[in-house]
């Protein structure tokens, strides 16, 4: 076995009668507060009233219930105590005195095994889900019965929050296999909904759909991208859109507003979810409001520079999320942090390090930055009063070109906005090319399907791209400026598992291929 492979194993051993002390105090302190957090969420009902009551004041108990799961973790985690001893941190008290934990320093480098409680891994009901590999490197993430129900709880209660209706209906068209998403909103909707698990099949959903007739409450759940090729097959089957009502619940991935106005020609509404197989599904969701938010920041500077800091040309999907579960924090670097609060989590997630770049605020905040008038026009029926994360996604996802950052959302809203040609557009990813003179351009690959005039769809991407980035990266817009030739955007058009879509059988697209 390569090195790289070799992961530490440590066990528990004997505690001395200090620490069993110390374990058993903090062990009644985090099931009591578990307890009363589950008291919350037993019912879709209660749960409303929590998402709607939050008060900020909440967000100390939230702060130290963070600092008892690491100081729990440190007595009663095998792999978690070696890492803080190999890290010279087994003395820590405050919740900053704990080191980051990463996929890299953490979850690779310790089995299974001993990053669960008590370093016991086989339990009955417990589920073993897989991440998409998206790093490099498929992994494997276990939960246990209690943390699985108390995130099925979650979910059902936030869809009969922002998703109300009489005869709900379920399509959830996440892929079926070892995929934390699929698997568990398949099991949570069936709390409160009426389920049909079909997975990513367009015809599975268009048969689902005109066979059950437009008597139900549809709520499609599924990617971004899938979700605007169900719009597209309906539309090219006449699909009576009218007579149905059809609501999308996506996650998994970034979305824009250029595909989500799109996906809302025909969808009733769509709202997404945050959560990562490193630790948890439905670490946070959009609410009418955060929608709303999301479009003004869009097009008001000076709103942006206030709440996400000066110059920020970004723009950030924005979720509502529950501190007493999910403590966040944001490091020196503009990195989110996650500590599961909940005792029932069998594989402790102790400010973990997803990779993704954000920003906190709480709603209070939020009002201020607004104004009260403007935060009153923007409020909706849900009422969520849970702070908000502006999620910027991962830190890498970039493409440097002519001292600007290209990210795959921004290529995103050029590509779809206005586009007549846009139900053609299967996906999409970037690249760099290399021309002569060392000289660099970057590449948007599209993959189409169906007959379209190419050279008409490659002239409107071109220059809704540039529009796009213009308009939002001052880098790109000085580029221009200086140099016209910036403009000249590489697109290159395939057919459908063509180029550098060969192979790809991931339901979540892979946006970048430096590599190209």
């Given at each position: 076995m390569s090195p790289v492979m070799i992961r530490l194993s440590p066990v528990l051993g004997p505690l001395t009668a200090r620490q069993r002390w110390r374990r058993a105090r903090l062990q009644a302190y985090s099931w009591a507060l578990t307890g009363a957090y589950r008291l919350g969420a037993l019912h879709p009902a209660v749960w409303r009233?929590?998402?709607?009551?939050?008060?900020?004041?909440?967000?100390?108990?939230?702060?130290?219930?963070?600092?008892?799961?690491?100081?729990?973790?440190?007595?009663?985690?095998?792999?978690?105590?070696?890492?803080?001893?190999?890290?010279?941190?087994?003395?820590?008290?405050?919740?900053?005195?704990?080191?980051e934990t990463t996929k890299q320093n953490y979850a690779g480098a310790y089995d299974e095994a001993s990053r669960c409680q008590e370093g016991r891994l086989h339990r009955p009901g417990v589920i073993v889900d897989e991440s998409s590999g998206s790093s490099g490197k498929p992994y494997n993430w276990v939960r246990g019965p209690r943390e699985l129900k108390g995130i099925y709880r979650n979910a059902a209660g936030y869809i009969e929050l922002v998703f109300p209706g009489e005869r709900l209906f379920v399509i959830n068209a996440y892929s079926m296999g070892a995929w934390a998403t699929g698997t568990t909103t398949g099991a949570a909707m069936a709390r409160i909904a009426m389920v049909k698990?079909?997975?990513?099949?367009?015809?599975?959903?268009?048969?689902?759909?005109?066979?059950?007739?437009?008597?139900?409450?549809?709520?499609?759940?599924?990617?971004?991208?899938?979700?605007?090729?169900?719009?597209?097959?309906l539309d090219e089957a006449g699909f009576p859109w009218a007579e149905y009502r059809?609501?999308?619940?996506?996650?998994?991935?970034?979305?824009?507003?250029?595909?989500r106005d799109y996906l809302e020609e025909r969808f009733e509404e769509v709202r997404s979810g945050y959560g990562a197989s490193d630790l948890t599904i439905g670490m946070g969701a959009e609410s009418g409001f955060s929608v709303r938010l999301r479009k003004r920041l869009a097009t008001d500077q000076d709103l942006r520079d206030r709440l996400l800091?000066?110059?920020?040309?970004?723009?950030?999907?924005?979720?509502?999320?529950?501190?007493?579960?999910?403590?966040?924090?944001?490091?020196?670097?503009?990195?989110?942090?996650?500590?599961?609060?909940?005792?029932?989590?069998?594989?402790?997630?102790?400010?973990?390090?997803?990779?993704?770049?954000?920003?906190?605020?709480?709603?209070?905040?939020?009002?201020?930055?607004?104004?009260?008038?403007?935060?009153?026009?923007?409020?909706?029926?849900?009422?969520?009063?849970?702070?908000?994360?502006?999620?910027?996604?991962?830190k890498d996802s970039t493409i440097s070109y002519m001292g600007a950052n290209l990210y795959p959302q921004d290529v995103e809203y050029g590509l779809y906005q206005g586009n007549p040609h846009a139900a053609a557009i299967n996906r999409?990813?970037?690249?760099?090319?290399?021309?002569?003179?060392?000289?660099?351009?970057?590449?948007?690959?599209?993959?189409?399907?169906?007959?379209v005039d190419r050279d008409d769809l490659v002239a409107i991407c071109r220059k809704g791209v540039v529009a796009h980035?213009?308009?939002?990266?001052?880098?790109?817009?000085e580029s221009l400026k200086e140099d016209p030739s910036a403009a000249d955007l590489r697109i290159r058009v395939f057919g459908l598992g063509e180029g550098p879509f060969a192979g790809l059988t991931k339901m979540k697209n892979v946006y970048l291929m430096k590599d190209a």
């Open positions: 009233l929590v998402a709607r009551g939050y008060h900020p004041a909440l967000d100390r108990v939230a702060a130290r219930h963070a600092r008892v799961a690491c100081q729990f973790a440190a007595v009663d985690v095998p792999a978690y105590r070696h890492f803080l001893r190999a890290n010279g941190a087994e003395h820590a008290r405050g919740l900053a005195d704990f080191p698990n079909t997975g990513p099949d367009l015809e599975k959903i268009a048969d689902t759909l005109e066979h059950f007739g437009p008597g139900y409450d549809y709520v499609v759940a599924a990617y971004p991208p899938f979700l605007k090729h169900l719009r597209d097959r059809v609501r999308g619940m996506v996650g998994g991935e970034g979305m824009t507003e250029a595909l800091g000066p110059g920020e040309q970004r723009l950030p999907m924005i979720f509502h999320y529950n501190p007493l579960e999910t403590f966040l924090e944001v490091n020196a670097g503009g990195e989110l942090l996650c500590t599961i609060n909940t005792k029932s989590c069998l594989q402790p997630k102790l400010r973990y390090n997803v990779g993704d770049e954000a920003r906190l605020h709480t709603l209070a905040e939020v009002r201020r930055a607004l104004g009260d008038d403007e935060y009153a026009r923007m409020w909706t029926d849900e009422r969520m009063s849970l702070p908000l994360l502006f999620l910027f996604g991962r999409f990813c970037l690249s760099l090319e290399e021309l002569p003179g060392l000289e660099y351009r970057p590449v948007i690959n599209l993959e189409v399907r169906g007959e980035l213009s308009a939002v990266s001052r880098d790109f817009a």
